[in-house]
């Protein structure tokens, strides 16, 4: 059964503000990796996170991240951003 995507506003701020060409680039691994099997553990693309409710897991596409979880059918972002300034978040 393939998975809804769920994109929060606050998400679609995120995915919005990318260049057009990563724009692209992550829609693509959205449908590739998320949309029938969005649990699916990966050393290199998907991380489940842990500590956390959420964002439960993190698809990792070039130097953007994607953070994300999923319930009942949906998978429902909650972020995208660059690798350095999610790193400066954090921090």
């Known amino acids: 059964m393939p998975y809804t995507i769920v994109i929060a506003p606050e998400a679609a701020e995120d995915f ?4 057009a060409n990563l724009r ?12 029938h099997a969005p649990a699916k ?6 991380k489940r996170l842990r500590g956390l409710s959420r964002p439960q897991y993190r698809l990792r596409i070039d130097e953007i991240r994607v953070f994300y979880g999923r319930d009942r059918g949906n998978c429902s972002f909650i972020g995208f951003g660059n ?3 999610i790193k400066v978040a954090v921090l």
């Open 16 to 19: 919005r503000a990318l260049k």
């Open 24 to 35: 692209s680039t992550v829609q693509e691994a959205l449908e590739t990796h998320l949309r």
């Open 41 to 46: 553990v990966s050393k290199s693309r998907i």
């Open 83 to 85: 690798k350095a300034k």
